[in-house]
């Protein structure tokens, strides 16, 4: 069963904007403890570059996004999202969100790591041209 739905991506410009959606089909958004947006850049490892634990509203960023990434939630739409501002060329790649069934620490090391995650979605492809 679908839980997790991206959407958003696309090809976008350095310097431009975008935002990503996460679709929570199954459940309501607080049936999870936490959703998180992960990154695979070509030829690189999944890396978590967000997250917003839904138990205490914490919202957590890898350094490398801080300052240009923002997550939110909207319980009327059901959704995540991840708004990314001066995107760059390395910011390009499939970005998956992830829901979390089991309380995670609101810390970013745990937040933003993989293995806390139990749902993923497909992927929603970023591409950025300079």
């Known amino acids: 069963q679908v839980q997790l739905v991206e959407s958003g991506g696309g090809l976008v410009q350095s310097g431009g904007s975008l935002r990503l959606s996460c679709g929570a089909s199954?459940?309501?958004?607080?049936?999870?403890?936490?959703i998180g947006w992960f990154r695979q850049a070509p030829g690189k490892e999944r890396e978590g570059i967000s997250g917003?634990?839904?138990?205490?509203?914490?919202?957590h960023y890898a350094d490398s996004v801080k300052g240009r990434f923002t997550i939110s939630r909207d319980d009327t739409a059901n959704a995540v999202y991840l708004e990314i501002n001066n995107v760059k060329l390395e910011d390009t790649g499939i970005y998956y969100c992830?829901?979390?069934?089991?309380?995670?620490?609101?810390?970013?090391?745990?937040?933003?790591?993989?293995?806390?995650?139990?749902?993923w979605g497909q992927g929603t492809q970023v591409t950025v041209s300079s």
């Open positions: 992830a829901g979390a069934e089991s309380p995670i620490p609101p810390i970013a090391q745990h937040m933003l790591h993989w293995a806390g995650y139990d749902y």
């Open positions: 199954a459940h309501t958004l607080d049936y999870y403890y936490a």
């Open positions: 917003i634990n839904l138990s205490d509203g914490s919202l």
